[in-house]
Nanobody, 123 residues
Framework: VQLQASGGGLVQTGGSLRLSCAASERTFNDYAVGWFRQAPGKQREFVAAIRWTPPASTLYSGSVKGRFTVSRDNAKNSVYLQMNNLKPEETAVYYC????????????????WGQGTLVTVSS
């Protein structure tokens, strides 16, 4: 199973970015997909997750709820993370992840990881 994350970059405080996670069809048929992030010197933390099979329910960490939106595109086998009103403390490597369970929000619940994409929020 391979997950390919993309879309990271440099953005100013208050700006927006959209991350993408592409995966094999098998992944999205059998797993829920989510996003984690790891800031320098900190532990990896849960950001958001979406169930692939209907209903496409979603789960967010409290710190991003209302600003981030996770969504999916069945036709493209992709999951997206729209991030709005970004803050400098959200500078991190963002990873997409697949889990055989939903909901999931802990690292030990992840079955597969993508390679990560760097998001830098300048102040």
């Amino acid at each position: 199973v391979q997950l390919q994350a993309s879309g990271g970059g440099l953005v100013q405080t208050g700006g927006s970015l959209r991350l993408s996670c592409a995966a094999s069809e098998r992944t999205f048929n059998d797993y829920a997909v989510g996003w984690f992030r790891q800031a320098p010197g900190k532990q990896r933390e849960f950001v958001a997750a979406i169930r692939w099979t209907p209903p496409a329910s979603t789960l967010y960490s409290g710190s991003v709820k209302g600003r981030f939106t996770v969504s999916r595109d069945n036709a493209k086998n992709s999951v997206y993370l729209q991030m709005n009103n970004l803050k400098p403390e959200e500078t991190a490597v963002y990873y997409c992840a697949a889990s055989s369970r939903y909901p999931f929000q802990y690292i030990d619940q992840v079955n597969y990881w993508g390679q990560g994409t760097l998001v830098t929020v300048s102040s």
